[in-house]
């Protein structure tokens, strides 16, 4: 269903990326939902997110692409991807409310695609993978500076942790070059 692979930013660019994204300079957008939902924010919802989108239909839309993008460079070669380009690139976090909530499951893209997410942290909080019929078929728990790639139609959901306070996700969309 998917591939994951562990330690796969080198150290030294890990820890400054992981200083970075959470520093208090870091700018994150909230998110009513966090994924495609058309529930209203009626201030009670449990869904919401943050995020920081640093390329959008591959147009740079923030200052704190270059480095986002460094990554995902790394991802694509080490998940042998030569033969695609990165569309968007999305940090997003979740943020405890001290029970499971999980968000919307949701393909990012309905054009092909493949999806890449970067886990910078370790969390509960899995990533839940569901089929067409969207019956939960797995899970992944988020490690530091791990990743799984899947097929981008594959129906997927962020969930919020309870045992932390945060669940911070790189998401990079991939598709085949022309």
Same mark, same amino acid.
């Given at each position: 269903?998917?591939?994951?692979?562990?330690?796969?930013?080198?150290?030294?660019?890990?820890?400054?990326?992981?200083?970075?994204?959470?520093?208090? +300079?870091?700018?994150?957008?909230?998110?009513?939902?966090?994924? %495609?939902?058309?529930?209203?924010?009626?201030?009670?919802?449990?869904?919401?997110?943050? %995020?920081?989108?640093?390329?959008?239909?591959?147009?740079?839309?923030?200052? /704190?692409?270059?480095?986002?993008?460094?990554?995902?460079?790394?991802?694509?070669?080490?998940?042998?991807?030569?033969?695609?380009?990165?569309?968007?690139?999305?940090?997003?976090?979740?943020?405890?409310?001290?029970?499971?909530?999980?968000?919307?499951?949701?393909?990012?893209?309905?054009?092909?695609?493949?999806?890449?997410?970067? /886990?910078?942290?370790?969390?509960?909080?899995?990533?839940?993978?569901?089929?067409?019929? +969207? +019956?939960?078929?797995?899970?992944?728990?988020?490690?530091?500076?791990?990743?799984?790639?899947?097929?981008?139609?594959?129906?997927?959901?962020?969930?919020?942790?309870? +045992?932390?306070?945060?669940?911070?996700?790189?998401?990079?969309?991939?598709?085949?070059?022309?």
């Amino acid at each position: 269903m998917f591939k994951r692979k562990e330690n796969i930013v080198p150290k030294k660019l890990f820890k400054e990326v992981f200083s970075e994204v959470t520093s208090f +300079n870091f700018p994150w957008y909230y998110l009513w939902n966090s994924a %495609h939902g058309n529930t209203p924010d009626n201030n009670r919802n449990k869904t919401y997110s943050f %995020h920081h989108t640093t390329m959008r239909n591959k147009e740079v839309n923030s200052w /704190y692409n270059d480095k986002t993008l460094k990554i995902a460079n790394i991802m694509k070669d080490k998940f042998k991807l030569d033969e695609y380009e990165v569309i968007r690139l999305r940090w997003g976090m979740t943020t405890s409310v001290g029970t499971p909530v999980t968000n919307n499951s949701h393909v990012d893209s309905t054009e092909e695609h493949k999806v890449i997410l970067f /886990y910078l942290n370790s969390t509960d909080g899995p990533t839940c993978f569901y089929d067409s019929e +969207n +019956n939960l078929k797995k899970q992944n728990i988020p490690k530091e500076n791990s990743a799984v790639m899947f097929e981008g139609n594959i129906y997927h959901a962020s969930s919020k942790p309870v +045992n932390f306070d945060r669940r911070i996700v790189l998401n990079i969309n991939l598709t085949r070059k022309i």
